[in-house]
């Protein structure tokens, strides 16, 4: 078990049932992005369930008319031992078509806040207007929260349009191996409860003024995707 799901009891008196149930209501809801156009597809990659993620990449890119790009994290490996940035491009152009044109990277991005900030740097050099973020279900939800805190720290008015696929199993066991140092066996329901835990510890973080931490709340979140845009 991760250190965060092995915390993950004592947050529980921090979560409102019925605000999170609202929350992931809104933000497991699938997009139409045929009549939603997006600048690009900013992708949280994973080792785990690579190629069903990356069919769903290039999925929502190729429903997404105008959309000018997929952006990945630069780096090397993923996850500890497992494909990264080189596999992912390799994956989309041979694949699924997609012109190298149209595949970009960042700098290297050790975790998702950092990516946040890759991505969003990017958006506001390109003037990117809506994009969609792309990941795995059990870390859509932090995923999101983390891009739309760092957009407000900005004050930059992108569009968010959270993205994720289905059918997967929640109780095999995985082996996570993050790059931030954090290994050992769980099955994915249990990283969705650490994902969850995660939520909570960042964003306590965050307001106890550490500036290496920024996480919108799931209140935020609900407004934002309900129509009421960045605070």
């Keep these: 078990m991760d250190n965060a799901c092995s915390k993950s009891k004592n947050y529980i008196k921090s979560i409102d049932p019925n605000e999170w149930t609202r929350f992931a209501r809104l933000v497991f809801k699938e997009v139409d992005f045929v009549h939603h156009p997006i600048d ?114 900005y004050n930059y008015p992108l569009q968010l349009l959270p993205s994720t696929f289905w059918g997967i199993n929640w109780h095999e066991e995985v082996i996570h191996r993050s790059i931030a140092g954090e290994m050992g066996p769980t099955s994915r329901l249990g990283r969705f409860a650490s994902e969850c835990a995660r939520i909570i510890e960042y964003r306590r973080r965050m307001e106890a003024g550490d500036s290496a931490y920024a996480i919108a709340t799931v209140a935020e979140g609900i407004k934002y995707l309900e129509g009421g845009g960045l605070k």
């Excluded at 044109?101 to 050790?110: C, G, M, Q």
């Excluded at 740097?121 to 994009?131: L, P, W």
């Design 40 to 153: 690009a597809v900013f992708v949280h990659a994973w080792g785990d369930l690579r190629y069903q993620l990356i069919q769903h990449v290039a999925k929502v890119f190729r429903l997404a008319h105008g959309a000018r790009c997929i952006v990945l994290n630069g780096l090397p490996e993923y996850e500890t031992g497992l494909a990264g940035y080189q596999f992912w491009k390799r994956a989309f152009m041979t694949q699924y078509l997609i012109p190298e044109t149209h595949i970009r990277a960042t700098r290297f991005a050790r975790h998702t806040h950092e990516e946040a900030l890759e991505f969003i740097d990017i958006a506001r050099k390109e003037g990117f207007r809506s994009v969609a973020i792309v990941t795995l279900p059990f870390h859509l939800p932090r995923a999101f929260l983390t891009s739309l805190a760092v957009c407000a720290q």
